[in-house]
């Protein structure tokens, strides 16, 4: 079931960048986004994008490095709900780990008859447990647009593309690396206290730990350095909605108390088992 779960999201994730691709297709990658900019993709998305990221500029003192953070912030904000449910959706699916391997075992046959049966049977246990196997990843994928939006709006926009904020030029890669380090950093972090408060990470939770790190870092050190920005700042501001959301330190405590508790009953129990043997 976890190799079908993983499947789908594969499936979702190459619909989604053929989409990008296929709205990417039918726009001029170098011609410049104005007003009159024609195609739905440059019209009605990379132009609101450059936009709307230039008005937050025009407030700021035409700071567009600033302009960026602000924008990731809000785009941030906007997601923050699904983000939320996201994060209880894969906390429930951590707690039901027992019941869904026990499930596996019990139907370990692979027969045609058993597999149906253990489909059925773990949708069943799904439904009841309010767990949608594909919200896990969805807030990551609807981000995909949005960072690929805000790529073309950056290049095809002179006065981003030009922009300077600290030592970087916004069109440009990071001369120092330094936001490829910390896009990495904070995605790392992000992963960590997330996992954290799960009840079971797991060894894919580890790994993704330290896989999820090189894949920003290794695009970001030739990528435009507004782009690290985006990915520093969107990192950055996903640890602390971990921290204030789900308070993965507590969620720890609580778990190794009511995990002591458990190997305490159980020990109390096999020692009244020995005590009645004895008798």
Known sequence: MKKRSQLKKIILLVAILSLVLVLTGCSNLNEPITK????????????????????????????????IVVFTIIVRIVLLPLNHFSTK??????????????????????????????????QKLMSEAGVNPMMGCLPMLIQMPFMYALYQAIWRTEAL????????????????????ILAGLFTFLS?????????????????MMYVMPLMIIIPALNIASAMSL?????????????????NPFQAKREREAKEAEAKEKEKALRRAWKRARRR
């Open 36 to 67: 009159s900019s024609a195609g739905f993709w440059d019209h009605y998305v990379l132009y609101p994008f450059s936009w709307f990221i230039l008005k937050i500029a025009s407030i700021l003192g035409n700071s567009y490095g600033w302009a």
């Open 89 to 122: 959706n894969m906390k429930k699916q951590q707690e039901i780990q027992p019941e869904l391997q026990a499930l596996q075992k019990k139907y370990s046959d692979k027969d045609v008859e058993t597999q149906q049966k253990l489909r059925s049977e773990t």
């Open 161 to 180: 593309k030009q922009g300077t904020f600290l030592w970087m030029q916004l069109g440009e890669k990071d001369p120092y690396y330094i936001m490829a």
């Open 191 to 207: 992963t960590y206290i997330s996992n954290l408060s799960m009840p079971q990470s797991g060894s894919t939770g580890k790994i």
């Open 230 to 246: 985006y990915w520093v700042v969107s990192n950055a501001f996903q640890v602390v909605q971990t921290l204030i959301l789900q």
